[in-house]
């Protein structure tokens, strides 16, 4: 459970719009987004990943390179559901994101806000989440 992680130091995966650090804006779906903050959760250690240069040929997001980042939770506002059960198995717990930047979905998580992801926010195909054009092929 995602709000079990609050107790503990761990690193936190943000699916963003484009590089801003902590000021990022969070993206409207996790296999669209240009690229990833990760972020531990007392706010240190910020890197940006982009999405194109690190995703595997099967992957809509570079799960594995979340992974491999050290990435124990994602915090997103839409997801598909094969998305969602590949993160599961790689290890990394899904939340939703409260807030429109890494630093307001940060600090809301801190705050214990943070619930696991619900089936309303789960993305379908053909579903453009958010008007983002996303489309599996």
Same mark, same amino acid.
């Given at each position: 459970?995602?709000?079990?992680?609050?107790?503990?130091? #761990?690193?936190?995966?943000?699916?963003?719009? &484009?590089?801003?650090?902590?000021?990022?804006?969070?993206?409207?779906?996790? &296999?669209?987004?240009? !690229?990833?903050?990760?972020?531990?959760?007392?706010?240190?250690?910020?890197?940006?990943?982009? @999405?194109?240069?690190?995703? /595997?040929?099967?992957? =809509?997001?570079?799960?594995?390179?979340?992974?491999? !980042? &050290?990435?124990?939770?994602?915090?997103?506002?839409?997801? +598909?559901? &094969?998305?969602?059960?590949?993160?599961?198995?790689?290890?990394?717990?899904? !939340?939703?994101?409260?807030?429109?930047?890494?630093?307001?979905?940060?600090?809301? #998580?801190? /705050? +214990?806000? @943070?619930?696991?992801?619900?089936? $309303? $926010?789960?993305? @379908?195909?053909?579903?453009? =989440?958010?008007?983002? !054009? #996303?489309? #599996? $092929?």
């Amino acid at each position: 459970m995602i709000e079990e992680l609050v107790a503990i130091k #761990h690193r936190i995966a943000f699916p963003v719009l &484009g590089n801003a650090g902590v000021d990022s804006r969070v993206s409207a779906h996790f &296999g669209k987004s240009k !690229g990833f903050i990760l972020l531990d959760s007392d706010g240190e250690n910020c890197e940006y990943i982009e @999405s194109d240069a690190v995703r /595997l040929p099967s992957e =809509c997001a570079p799960i594995h390179a979340l992974v491999k !980042g &050290g990435a124990r939770a994602v915090l997103c506002r839409g997801m +598909g559901r &094969g998305a969602l059960g590949r993160c599961h198995a790689a290890g990394i717990l899904i !939340g939703q994101s409260v807030g429109r930047t890494v630093f307001e979905a940060l600090e809301n #998580h801190n /705050l +214990g806000r @943070s619930i696991d992801f619900p089936d $309303s $926010s789960l993305c @379908s195909h053909g579903d453009s =989440c958010g008007g983002d !054009g #996303h489309t #599996h $092929s």
